[in-house]
């Protein structure tokens, strides 16, 4: 299944909206994430692809707003 979105990461004073597509099955696999059921993922800050997951990581988080925006996902999803 796949689901879309935004979620809003307070961030010195302001919201940052996060932009999301996160491609999930029923029961976890070894390409999820750490065994999980998100197989595929990607989000996004101003058009800017911050977090990249294909069956692998092919650009982990590193700014604060994505490092908690896939915390959320993973809590969710995975």
Do not use: F
Not at 16 to 42: F, N, P, Q
Request: proline fraction near 3%; hydrophobic fraction near 30%; charged fraction near 30%.
């Amino acid at each position: 299944m796949v689901r879309k979105g935004v979620i809003g990461i307070p961030q010195d004073g302001r919201m940052t909206a996060c932009s999301y597509t996160v491609k999930h099955y029923e029961e976890g696999s070894r390409y999820g994430i750490d065994g999980g059921r998100i197989s595929k993922l990607a989000i996004k800050i101003d058009g800017k692809t911050t977090c990249c997951y294909d069956r692998g990581w092919d650009c982990e988080p590193e700014d604060d707003a994505t490092k908690a925006a896939l915390a959320i996902l993973v809590m969710e999803y995975n």
